[in-house]
């Protein structure tokens, strides 16, 4: 009974977040940030999208839910491959990372300490636990999603294969959102391009086609 509810939970986030995914991208990752922590009853829960293209990621998209100093969240842009940082260690080295005590001092697969006195959001936010996971399309990252708690809290199997599966949805989401924008771009260029040429075959001067382009 329980599994079947938690079936049917994500399947209608998947919808939800599938439907949303013409909404800005910010706005889209505070709702998978939110559905992330309702998929397992967590208090906070951060969503850093990221440009493997560019190798960067998106400071001006993050999602985040229920954290006490949101504006504060922030991370480095710093390019994929540079060593430090638990969401860097997950775009690179390991698709999902399990914390189910920060006082032990090491992930539960032993393969990267953990130092709140270094990672600062952990001090700050009071994260006592966490899983952190790859949003990734066809092996490409399109993000990092930490879900947190703040006291110690021990990932079961059944919550892990839950919150996987959502990563794999908001993966998808965040993609859609992505083609979307660049596709909306790419007709307001192509829609300039048609203009400027409308203007120059009734021959209207330069300084009269930069003042009906600043127009609209």
């Given at each position: 009974?329980?599994r079947?509810?938690?079936?049917?939970?994500l399947?209608?986030?998947?919808?939800?977040?599938?439907?949303n995914?013409?909404?800005?991208?910010?706005?889209?990752?505070?709702?998978i940030?939110?559905?992330?922590?309702?998929?397992?009853g967590?208090?906070c829960?951060?969503v850093?999208?990221y440009?493997?293209?560019?190798?960067v990621?998106?400071?001006?998209?993050?999602?985040?839910y229920?954290?006490?100093?949101?504006?504060?969240?922030?991370?480095?842009?710093k390019?994929?491959?540079?060593?430090g940082?638990?969401?860097?260690?997950?775009?690179?080295?390991?698709?999902?990372?399990?914390?189910?005590?920060?006082r032990?001092?090491?992930s539960?697969?032993?393969t990267?300490?953990?130092?709140?006195?270094?990672?600062?959001?952990?001090?700050r936010?009071?994260?006592?636990?966490?899983?952190?996971?790859?949003?990734?399309?066809?092996?490409?990252?399109?993000?990092?999603?930490?879900?947190?708690?703040r006291e110690p809290?021990?990932?079961?199997?059944?919550?892990?294969?839950?919150?996987q599966?959502?990563?794999?949805?908001?993966?998808?989401?965040?993609?859609?959102?992505?083609?979307?924008?660049?596709?909306?771009?790419e007709?307001?260029?192509?829609?300039?391009?048609?203009?400027?040429?409308?203007m120059?075959g009734?021959?209207?001067?330069?300084?009269?086609?930069?003042?009906?382009?600043?127009?609209?």
């Amino acid at each position: 009974e329980k599994r079947a509810a938690r079936e049917i939970q994500l399947r209608k986030a998947g919808e939800r977040i599938t439907q949303n995914a013409a909404l800005p991208l910010g706005a889209l990752t505070n709702q998978i940030a939110e559905m992330a922590c309702d998929i397992l009853g967590a208090p906070c829960a951060v969503v850093y999208p990221y440009y493997e293209e560019f190798g960067v990621y998106d400071v001006h998209s993050i999602g985040a839910y229920g954290l006490t100093h949101p504006k504060e969240t922030t991370i480095r842009a710093k390019p994929r491959g540079e060593t430090g940082g638990t969401a860097n260690f997950i775009l690179t080295q390991q698709n999902r990372l399990v914390v189910d005590d920060v006082r032990r001092g090491w992930s539960r697969e032993n393969t990267l300490e953990i130092l709140p006195r270094v990672n600062k959001f952990l001090t700050r936010e009071n994260v006592q636990a966490f899983v952190g996971l790859r949003l990734q399309i066809d092996q490409e990252p399109v993000g990092a999603l930490f879900v947190n708690f703040r006291e110690p809290h021990y990932f079961t199997s059944a919550e892990l294969d839950a919150i996987q599966i959502f990563a794999s949805q908001a993966a998808v989401a965040i993609h859609q959102a992505r083609l979307l924008m660049r596709g909306e771009k790419e007709q307001r260029a192509n829609d300039i391009m048609s203009r400027i040429t409308q203007m120059i075959g009734v021959k209207t001067s330069p300084r009269q086609i930069l003042e009906d382009l600043l127009r609209g």
